[in-house]
Structures are given as structure tokens and as C-alpha cells.
Nanobody
Framework: QVQLVESGGGLVQAGGSLRLSCAAS????????MGWYRQVPGKTRELVAS???????YYADSVKGRFTISRDNAKNTTYLQMSSLKPEDTAVYYC??????????????WGQGTQVTVSS
């Protein structure tokens, strides 16, 4: 019913930049907050950044000062601007959204993930 579509991943050299986008579509009343997780094989999924409807934000310590999250509420879209990328940023990045349906039901929805690879 609700779909999250991610884009912007790819291969970049260390020190470079990428911008990830995630657009939610479907039967959505509102989205309380959106954000990004990342995961590498053998490690747990890590919350990278999130943003609430009031534009308050959270960042993992590992990305503070380098990543910026934003959102366009009218488009139900979130963006993750990544700069000064490091090889340790290499991961699959997953978009999530806390979706509120018209019924009032709330749940977390996930994108399929987009690969970010940072070469040294």
C-alpha cells in the first residue's frame, strides 16, 4: 500500500559527496518522522539520521558534521546529504518512515535499500 523509493546511491571516492532521496507514496495521512539506517554484512543495522515533522533531527556520532537530513512534507520525501565520505560509510542505506494511515494506525515502513560504496 505504502511504498518508499530510494535513489542517489552509488560509488564515490573518499572525501566526495552523495545525496540520497526517499519518497513515500500511497495512502498516507501523515509521516511523523523519516530517517535512514545503514547496514553492512555481519553488523547490526545502525540509525544514521532521522527527522521529525517539526524538523528536529538526530544524527549518529559517526556522521555528525558530515551528513545533513532534511524533508519535504508536501512530497513525503526525505533527503540525506552526505559529504566528506569515508570508506567506513560504505553500507546499504535504508530509508524508513513512521507512517500514519487515515485510520490512525501507525507503523514503520522501509525502503529496499540503496548501496553506497566509498573507495579509498
Amino acid at each position: 500500500q505504502v511504498q518508499l523509493v530510494e535513489s542517489g546511491g552509488g560509488l564515490v571516492q573518499a572525501g566526495g559527496s552523495l545525496r540520497l532521496s526517499c519518497a513515500a507514496s500511497g495512502s498516507i495521512f501523515s509521516i511523523n518522522h523519516m530517517g535512514w539506517y545503514r547496514q553492512v554484512p555481519g553488523k547490526t543495522r545502525e540509525l544514521v539520521a532521522s527527522i521529525r515533522s517539526d524538523d528536529s533531527t538526530y544524527y549518529a556520532d559517526s556522521v555528525k558534521g558530515r551528513f545533513t537530513i532534511s524533508r519535504d512534507n508536501a512530497k513525503n520525501t526525505t533527503y540525506l546529504q552526505m559529504s566528506s565520505l569515508k570508506p567506513e560509510d560504505t553500507a546499504v542505506y535504508y530509508c524508513y518512515a513512521m507512517v500514519v494511515r487515515y485510520s490512525g494506525y501507525e507503523y514503520d515502513d522501509w525502503g529496499q535499500g540503496t548501496q553506497v560504496t566509498v573507495s579509498s
